[in-house]
């Protein structure tokens, strides 16, 4: 299956779910005519764009390179842009642009997806002061089965093989969603509807697969977070997921449409990308075109 069936967020897990990705297949020939890297600035120029996302254009065609992964099959290394380095020269317009999306959705709480969102989500948290969950990843043998954490899911890793369980850390849920009831608990007369809304952020969404699975499962551990906070005091609960934000997005994945369809939430991506290929290695970018890398710049 492509993804699990949704789950009520008032109902306790009674197993671990498991979201399949599927292999993307490698361009062996040329796809498209590129333009070269030279032009990139004169195609900026001609665009639409917001500020953050040509920086981001910019910066993915200077510092990444197609590549085949053996989970996932054809994908982008940009482990030196959103891993492995902080740019804040890079990312700076992006993330202030995220930010005021998430302001404007009236984000209580964003969640990341294990060490490889956790950078550029680190960075949308302090830029918006929106406090983020990391969520874990570990195997599914290091966790007993028989008393999954609250949202539990599984997913096969997208660089190796094998699954992966990713779980949130109820104690760090518990205490970033303990300040936002007790303000709306003092707030309210007669009895209160408690309402928390929730945000995912990634550092790509490549088949919505992973975006998929949070937006179904976060409700749950934010839900048994926050009942354990009431402890027992009258309230109701209202838990909505309303936002993903992205440096990127695998458009020709229908990724955008996935989370537009299932959930209504239109995700906010730096850039949407509209094609790749790894002969000659290039990109197709929304609103530029299909473009090549910069020769000789990756770092990998």
Not at 88 to 114: F, K, M, N, S
Not at 209 to 223: G, Y
């Amino acid at each position: 299956m492509d993804h699990a069936s949704p789950v009520e967020d008032h109902l306790p897990p009674m197993s671990i779910p498991r979201y399949d990705r599927h292999h993307e297949q490698p361009a062996e020939s040329t796809v498209a005519d590129p333009a070269p890297f030279s032009e990139l600035e004169s195609l900026l120029g001609a665009s639409t764009l917001l500020p953050g996302s040509k920086d981001l254009a910019r910066a993915v065609l200077r510092y990444a390179e197609p590549r085949i992964f053996g989970g996932g099959g054809l994908g982008l290394e940009y482990g030196p842009l959103l891993k492995t380095a902080t740019r804040p020269d890079l990312l700076r317009t992006h993330i202030a642009e995220v930010a005021a999306h998430l302001h404007q959705a009236r984000v209580d709480l964003l969640v990341v997806p294990g060490m490889s969102g956790y950078p550029i989500g680190a960075m949308y948290s302090q830029a918006s002061g929106i406090p983020a969950v990391l969520l874990k990843k570990q195997t599914h043998r290091e966790v007993s089965m028989k008393s999954p954490p609250p949202g539990a899911f599984l997913i096969p890793s997208y660089t190796g093989d094998g699954d992966t369980l990713i779980s949130a850390d109820m104690a760090a849920v518990r205490a970033m969603l303990d300040p936002i009831i007790e303000r709306q608990l003092q707030s309210a007369e007669n009895k209160p509807t408690i309402e928390i809304r929730i945000a995912g952020a990634d550092e790509i969404i490549d088949k919505a697969t992973m975006a998929t699975a949070i937006t179904e499962t976060a409700p749950i551990f934010c839900r048994a977070a926050a009942e354990s906070l009431l402890a027992g005091r009258a309230a109701d609960l209202r838990i909505t997921f309303v936002a993903w934000v992205t440096p990127l997005i695998k458009a020709y994945n229908r990724s955008q449409t996935v989370l537009s369809e299932r959930f209504g939430i239109e995700p906010f991506a730096g850039l949407a990308l509209t094609s790749l290929q790894i002969d000659p290695p290039a990109a197709g970018i929304a609103g530029l075109g299909t473009i090549a890398f910069a020769p000789g710049e990756s770092t990998t």
